[in-house]
């Protein structure tokens, strides 16, 4: 299995401009995480999916952050407007339901000038 | 609320030594206790966990612990090697999204040679 899939895997963008990152989970699993990590804030937990239905979305920062999951293989992340202390690594992880395991993606480095 | 208290925040520590990281819990019905390393750069990855139904898993050269009436369990890392260092971080399921892992603040391991 080619496990989490995320692109990009770097993105600089300027204040004010959309972002889109993507994820592709690991086939078969049920559920879909998306974390945020600073130093600062350590990993934050954005949002989660079960079946492609957001279950808990406590952790968007803001109305800047949205989360789809159109399919069971594909989830956006969306920052609309980006803002520079928004800059962090974006994780999605996804799990089997019933065993608790996460595996994340290699995560994206964003960067908001 | 739900909080997941990790200790120490650094250590460092000579090769062949051994290393001892210590997380308390605060929900009681937190069932599932996972520990993860994370690289420089790099995703976090699932090394050891362990279920509410056990006291003491063995893998190699890690091991965990727990203590449920403490609500505390704890890494153990012995003949440590510089490839060890790393970030780890403790985590537990919330009892409210049983899905969902709360993540302790990580600690920064360092092995000299």
């Not at chain 2, 290393?19 to 937190?30: E, H, P, W």
Request: net charge negative; aromatic share 10%; with cysteine.
């Amino acid at each position: 299995d080619a496990g989490v899939i995320q692109s990009p895997r770097h993105e600089v963008t300027e204040m004010g401009q959309e972002v889109t990152l993507r994820c592709k989970p690991i086939s078969g699993h049920d559920y879909l995480f998306w974390y945020r990590q600073t130093m600062m804030r350590g990993l934050e937990l954005l949002i989660y999916f079960n079946n492609n239905v957001p279950i808990d979305d406590s952790g968007m920062p803001e109305d800047r952050f949205s989360a789809k999951m159109p399919n069971a293989s594909f989830s956006t992340l969306k920052i609309q407007p980006s803002e520079p202390r928004d800059s962090a690594v974006y994780f999605c992880a996804s799990s089997l339901a019933g065993s608790y395991e996460q595996y994340f993606g290699p995560g994206t480095r964003l960067t908001v000038t | 609320g739900e909080n997941v208290e990790q200790h120490p925040s650094t250590l460092s520590v000579q090769e062949g030594d051994s290393a001892v990281i210590k997380c308390t819990y605060s929900d009681s019905a937190s069932n599932y206790f996972p520990w993860y390393k994370q690289e420089l750069g790099k995703r976090p990855q699932l090394i050891i966990d362990i279920r509410s139904n056990v006291g003491e898993k063995k893998d190699q050269r890690i091991a965990v612990t727990l203590n449920k009436t403490a609500k505390h369990f704890s890494l153990h890392i012995t003949e440590t090697q510089p490839e060890d260092s790393a970030v780890y971080f403790c985590a537990a399921t919330s009892s409210y999204n049983t899905d969902k892992l709360i993540f302790g603040t990580g600690t920064r391991l360092q092995v000299f040679p």
